[in-house]
């Protein structure tokens, strides 16, 4: 047992030792030894391993679905949503963005600036600021339905809702979900009753930052799947393990984020996910540039020793390496901070 804090016992921890979305056996060390900055009473350290075949980088040993809850504790979700509206920036930006969700997705938010397509889309990175604002859903069908997968605190369901989705969430820890249920939010908490949701109830299901949280990530996007309708589409987001702030922070990548986050993808090992849970055919989101924002500034928090969760500005070579990743990322994004692909069940299953 690596593991030698004495927050954790053996018994809350399982090995796992074969990669969750391809099974192999033969891996490499990705980090040893590294501590939760989020919970120091539980001192544990963690290691993780590369699968050497499909890339998946994952936690083992880890916490068990039971103990798990220990590190929700504190999260980020443990606060009230917005409200129902369609969550825009103030200002121009926000009119410039309604006219670019109007125009590229179909809906009919008020108050779009006339032409502000052209003030979106030209920033940097415009085009995936957009798209995951409404995660690349078009503006619905009467009566279609939404399920967000780790809804939190129902934020982006209320958003959705306003903008004529008809929504349900799932979210298992019981702060956020009483916060959801707080908003009138159909949520459900225990993964059974997902198990026990009919197939094909939804025509879009979201899973935003979720899936590298899943003990068992082919399992969940399987379940996915079967909630979809024939031709129903399943936007997924998630740390890029091949992201150049990967390589150039180490164990100090806040993505890495230990032990909360399971499982870690590239592009390509979460198209082989997708593909084994049984999705036909898996597009990419427009690439979002997030180097010089959150990530790299907390990374290097980390690395100085110092709060990633109030990081000071970047300065000096790493401003520079996160100026320089994001501009690389428009280029060639299997580089960048985030994957975001939206998944199809295609139209001809065999049910
Ligand atoms: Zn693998």
Not at 64 to 90: F, M, N
């Amino acid at each position: 047992m690596v593991v030698d804090g004495n927050g954790w016992t053996p018994a809350d921890l399982e090995s796992v030792g074969s990669c969750p979305v391809c099974a192999g056996t033969a891996r490499d060390r990705l980090y040893e030894g590294v501590a939760d900055r989020l919970h120091p009473e539980h001192p544990g350290s963690w290691s993780a391993w590369r699968c050497t075949a499909c890339a998946t980088g994952y936690v083992d040993p880890r916490p068990t679905v039971e103990t798990v809850g220990r590190l929700y504790k504190r999260y980020y979700t443990h606060e009230a949503g917005s409200g129902d509206d369609p969550g825009l920036p103030p200002g121009i930006r926000g009119r410039a963005l309604a006219a670019e969700l109007n125009g590229r997705f179909g809906y009919q938010i008020a108050g779009a600036l006339p032409l502000g397509r052209l003030l979106a889309s030209a920033r940097p990175g415009g085009r995936g600021m957009a798209s995951q604002h409404v995660r690349d859903l078009r503006a619905p069908a009467p009566g279609s339905r939404l399920l967000d997968v780790g809804c939190s605190n129902g934020w982006f369901l209320r958003r959705m809702r306003s903008l004529g989705w008809a929504v349900e969430g799932f979210e298992p820890d019981p702060v956020a979900a009483s916060l959801a249920a707080g908003a009138g939010l159909d949520v459900v908490t225990e993964a059974a009753d997902l198990d026990a949701m009919p197939d094909g109830r939804f025509d879009a299901i979201t899973m935003c930052h979720v899936i590298e949280h899943a003990h068992n990530p082919v399992a969940l996007l399987a379940t996915c799947w079967r909630l979809l309708r024939p031709g129903g589409s399943l936007w997924v987001s998630t740390p890029n393990l091949d992201a150049a702030g990967a390589r150039r922070y180490g164990n100090n990548w806040a993505p890495l984020d230990p032990p909360r986050h399971l499982v870690l993808f590239t592009p390509a090992s979460l198209r082989r996910a997708l593909s084994a849970a049984g999705f036909a055919s898996v597009q990419r989101s427009p690439v979002t540039l997030q180097a010089g924002g959150w990530i790299h500034a907390s990374s290097a928090a980390l690395r100085d020793g110092m709060d990633e969760h109030a990081p000071p500005p970047l300065s000096g070579p790493d401003r520079t390496a996160a100026r320089r990743a994001d501009l690389a990322a428009l280029f060639r994004a299997s580089g960048a901070e985030e994957i975001a692909l939206i998944a199809t069940t295609g139209t001809l299953q065999g049910r």
